[in-house]
T-cell receptor, first 115, second 115 residues
């Protein structure tokens, strides 16, 4: 089944404890992206990647890191989480071929709480 | 700046009836993609339908269809034969190619389908 998977789905952690949220897609998509969703603020892009070893900042990159060493994986790293990073996080992927370009398919979401 | 506006925060419809959700957008681009995503209580973001701006024909996917008015920058979603499982938040979205393929979302319309 074609899908985007994220792990963990739920995480409660404490301030300053490094964590990684994994994202993997099995559709051979070039483009991958991370969003966070907050009440009243909607969905905002954190980072995106056009292909392996190519990443760039979105609207709210502060406090996050990403890497794209393999086409299928795009982990989101919080080096020192803070309470304002409590949010619902989505990974998304899309092909870059014209006709389907940027039709983004989302993972199930990761609910992160930072105490 | 590219913007997406959904002017109906909440709507309700009786099961088996038809409902239309409104969306307007603003862009200076001539070719782009528009999407409707559904977010049920599970919080998963599910692609409902996609419209390519250069195609005059309105997209349809089973019970879901759009009314795309390019000159008016309007992109409404019609749900026919509404089902209880259609209860969800619906987001209209636009791809901003000038900002790395970021999806720009509207504020959402919360749809309740009543038995």
């Amino acid at each position: 089944e074609a899908q985007v998977t994220q792990n963990p789905r739920y995480l409660i952690t404490v301030t300053g404890k490094k964590l990684t949220v994994t994202c993997s897609q099995n559709m051979n998509h070039e483009y991958m992206s991370w969003y966070r969703q907050d009440p009243g603020l909607g969905l905002r892009q954190i980072y995106y990647s056009m292909n392996v070893e190519v990443t760039d900042k979105g609207d709210v990159p502060e406090g996050y890191k990403v890497s794209r060493k393999e086409k299928r994986n795009f982990p989101l790293i919080l080096e020192s989480p803070s309470p304002n990073q409590t949010s619902l996080y989505f990974c998304a992927s899309s092909p870059m071929a014209s006709g389907a370009r940027h039709t983004q398919y989302f993972g199930p979401g990761t609910r992160l709480t930072v105490l | 700046a590219q913007t997406v506006t959904q002017s109906q925060p909440e709507m309700s419809v009786q099961e088996a009836e038809t409902v239309t959700l409104s969306c307007t957008y603003d862009t200076s681009e001539s070719n782009y993609y528009l999407f409707w995503y559904k977010q049920p209580p599970s919080r998963q973001m599910i692609l409902v339908i996609r419209q390519e701006a250069y195609k005059q024909q309105n997209a349809t996917e089973n019970r879901f269809s759009v009314n795309f008015q390019k000159a008016a920058k309007s992109f409404s979603l019609k749900i026919s034969d509404s089902q209880l499982g259609d209860t969800a938040m619906y987001f209209c979205a636009f791809v901003d190619y000038n900002q790395g393929g970021k999806l720009i979302f509207g504020q959402g319309t919360e749809l309740s389908v009543k038995p």
